[in-house]
């Protein structure tokens, strides 16, 4: 991939022939045109990957999480402790955290409680499974819940209201399971989530009308009609051809800049093998070497040359634009 470095104050040149394909060029479309980016605004949400392992291995799992796929290494306590004092420094008022399946890793309580006790918002997405109902798990949930209340959120990951569509996901015996655990948090007194998906050529309203009937049945305290309460998110397989994002994009779709997830969040994840964590725009990029920002959240702010332009992201991805622009979709 083209590496540009662009000095300050001038114009950038055109390339004297367009790439050969979408999402080459960190500067300009396949057509041409000027790619579109995103300047950060502000810190609103640190996102935290604890390993890539799972307990589960999805049909589509963007980040190909499995029993097996290590490529992202457990994060440490100690590790993510550093990074919670930048995010407290920089205003962050929420911490996500995010995998694989969080609960695997063994200091992930202990960094939920680092980051609650730090005074942040936290937001764990977990399949609700086994790995999350152990009793040591539910024993220290229940003590963070007790102390912190609402500020500590799980949102589970149901990707559909029925069980034929959810296990065609997840495979056999996954619905279950996922319900037992959300049975579990909403009997405790839980702020509990849903995380559904598009795929299944339904429209919102009838998605939406679907888990309210399964809320219901099960009396769990979720309004199928919040959006933050029942997030259904856009697909992001690497298969489909989707548009590149340019300038005049947000004009014609009406958008801005600053409702995309890289304006206000960054994801920190420790690479298998690497010395160290690395910062990167948000969840969705978790193996792309062009997009690493840096070692710190400081040095991300004003990450420079390739896809960043002092700390702006360039949108030089096929998620970015299915999930984010045209999706809608954002993980906070």
């Not at 730090?118 to 997405?125: Q, T």
């Not at 193996?287 to 040095?299: C, L, R, S, V």
Request: glycine share 10%; charged share 20%; with cysteine.
């Amino acid at each position: 991939m083209t590496t540009v470095k662009v000095q300050e104050g001038r114009p950038r040149p055109a390339p004297q022939q367009h790439p050969a394909g979408k999402f080459q060029h960190p500067d300009w479309t396949a057509k041409g045109e000027r790619r579109a980016s995103v300047p950060f605004e502000r810190l609103d949400t640190l996102w935290i990957n604890t390993g890539t392992l799972c307990n589960i291995t999805c049909r589509s799992c963007y980040i190909e999480s499995s029993p097996t796929n290590d490529r992202l290494e457990y994060m440490t306590a100690a590790e993510a402790r550093a990074f919670l004092a930048e995010a407290k420094t920089l205003g962050a008022r929420e911490i996500g955290f995010t995998g694989g399946e969080p609960f695997l890793n063994p200091e992930f309580l202990d960094m939920v409680a680092d980051a609650l006790g730090s005074g942040f918002s936290v937001l764990i997405l977990t399949n609700a499974m086994q790995p999350m109902q152990r009793r040591a798990p539910m024993k220290a949930l229940t003590g963070l819940k007790d102390k912190h209340g609402k500020k500590l959120v799980l949102r589970v990951s149901l990707d559909h209201h029925t069980q034929a569509f959810h296990e065609a996901e997840r495979g056999a015996g996954t619905w279950d399971k996922a319900v037992e655990g959300l049975n579990w948090l909403a009997a405790n007194g839980f702020a509990v989530a849903i995380a559904g998906r598009t795929c299944w050529e339904e429209g919102e309203d009838d998605a939406r009308a679907g888990y309210a009937r399964l809320i219901a049945r099960h009396g769990w305290d979720i309004d199928a009609n919040d959006h933050a309460q029942l997030v259904l998110f856009p697909e992001m397989t690497g298969s489909l051809d989707v548009p590149e994002i340019t300038t005049a994009c947000w004009g014609i779709l009406k958008k801005q800049p600053s409702q995309m997830m890289c304006a206000t969040s960054r994801m920190v994840v420790k690479r298998k093998g690497a010395a160290a964590p690395v910062v990167l725009p948000c969840t969705l990029l978790p193996y792309e070497p062009a997009f690493e920002m840096g070692a710190t959240i400081g040095q991300a702010l004003g990450a420079e040359g390739g896809m960043f332009e002092a700390g702006a992201v360039k949108l030089c991805h096929s998620h970015c634009a299915k999930f984010c622009v045209l999706g809608g979709g954002s993980c906070s």
